[in-house]
């Protein structure tokens, strides 16, 4: 049986004058979920944010935590943790200092704070930091320093606001990863707001997408980028292979007419569209096979007949540019499959598993 989420927003609406900042919105977190709220600068993020700690009010709607409605409920007895961009550190005081804080204003004895402190410290890998000034640290220790703090009292729900906007991308990518285990590893709530796809992607177990102040799609990363529902989070998502086409037969499965040929999906066709009607064909680009060869009568896909004009290696993986018809398709395999000889120039087939295909309305989002 699924677990009650323990935190469930119905319909939140917020506006600002006459603009919607947030717009009919409903969620639910599970316990222990890390969820990324993701989308554009100026989407809502933000004001989401600050209307579930109750800094901000809302309009309309219910928000409640542990099966509480939190209405009414001051921001510091809703027992959330923050951390924001603007770390916020206290300057003048050490990292024991800064770590403990919050449990000295809590009135926990001193002796109660050293161990939390220390456990603390221990998690996010600076057990030998404890007497170091702020200034002395680099820019991925103060931000562990302020995941500590923030960790400290044990927050019910953490909340972190674009926490790694600040640094350089490298050492924001391997602070994600840190950031993910030490969440993972106390278990805590957390929902974190970013425009990073790729830090996203990184930490998130469930990936929100707003837009224009409402959730326009939310799952498991993986689920965004193999399906995304709207033309915008596919483009937000940096996904390419984004095709226009026309329904030309529609049954049991539905037959497309496109730049790169005919291509054939699952189900049905979007709400609504029939045969004739113009729709745009998004493809999984790890959805696909390539081969020098046909595949034969593997499933029910359909095959597509290229020629690769670029492969590009990165990390693991890499990326094929195949020329197919009048357009092109991109193709991710794993550096070390089994086609890893193909080269630019090579004459391959695509085999486009209908499961790889998603239909959208054209210019939708
Ligand atoms: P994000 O975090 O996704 O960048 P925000 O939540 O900060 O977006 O902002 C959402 C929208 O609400 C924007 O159009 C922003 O200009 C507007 N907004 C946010 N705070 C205020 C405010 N205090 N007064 C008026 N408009 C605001």
Known sequence: MPETPILRLENVHKSYGDTFAIHDVSLDVDRGELVCLLGPSGCGKTTLLRIIAGLESMDSGTISFDGQNVQGVTPHSRGFGLMFQDLALFPHMDVF??????????????????????????????????????????????????????LAPAPKLLMLDEPLGSLDRVLRESLQVQVRSILKEIGVTAIYVTHDKDEAFALADTIVFVDRGAVVQAGPPEALFR???????????????????TIVRASDSVEVASTVGTLVAGGSPPDGMMTGDDVLVIINERGLSIAPVRHGSAGNGIELSGVINARKFRGGESEIHITVGQGEVVAIAPSNDAQSSLTAGDDIFVFVPPESITLLPPSQG
């Open 97 to 150: 200092g800064n770590v403990g804080f919050g449990l000295r204003m809590q009135g926990m004895s001193s002796d109660r704070v050293q161990m939390r402190v220390d456990e603390m410290l221990e998690l996010v890998d600076l057990g030998n930091y404890r007497n170091r000034k702020i200034h002395e640290l680099s820019g991925g220790e103060r931000q562990r320093v302020a995941l500590a703090r923030s």
């Open 227 to 245: 399906a995304p529902a709207t033309e915008m989070v596919a483009r937000s998502l940096g996904l390419r292979n984004l095709i226009p086409g």
